[in-house]
């Protein structure tokens, strides 16, 4: 019988690190990084501030950006998740905006977005890399 090893990894399985801003990005990515890991993940979620992940792109296979959902949730800039989306597309990464969050601010416009309409609003938004 095979016990699975995460160092090797299996075709299936796809490990993720989360990151909410610049300070965690800096902290947990090269530790993440660091380790064999056969597929990588990277989720800005609870998105919280502009994050340059331009130094960990490589031999990461996605992004998953989504803002955080509450009642006391705090803002996620639509700017923030462009500049993500830019980042992933010239390392050639897949990009997914899962959900904008509950205070959502595009166009200099705060938007309060009900949790059943998330992923709704990221769907039409439109900006997800193959």
Same mark, same amino acid.
């Given at each position: ?11 299936? #399985?796809? +490990?993720?690190?989360? #990151? ?5 990005? %800096? ?9 064999? +890991?056969?597929?990588?993940? +990277? ?13 960990? &792109? ?5 992004? &998953?950006?989504?803002?955080?959902? *509450? ?9 923030? #998740?462009?500049?993500?989306? %830019? ?13 904008? *969050? ?22 039409? +938004? ?5």
């Amino acid at each position: 019988m095979n016990s699975w090893n995460p160092w090797d990894g299996y075709e299936n #399985v796809v +490990i993720g690190c989360g #990151v909410e801003d610049q300070e965690t990005a %800096n902290y947990r990515l090269p530790l993440f990084l660091s380790y064999p +890991i056969k597929h990588r993940s +990277i989720q800005c979620s609870p998105l919280l501030g502009q994050v340059d992940l331009s130094p960990y &792109l490589q031999g990461v296979g996605d992004v &998953l950006v989504h803002g955080e959902v *509450g009642r006391e949730a705090r803002e996620c800039n639509f700017d923030w #998740v462009l500049d993500i989306r %830019n980042q992933c597309e010239h390392a050639g990464v897949k990009f997914k905006f899962w959900g904008p *969050g509950s205070r959502f601010r595009k166009d200099g416009e705060l938007h309060k977005i009900s949790p059943y309409m998330q992923k709704r609003t990221a769907r039409e +938004i439109d900006i997800n890399l193959p």
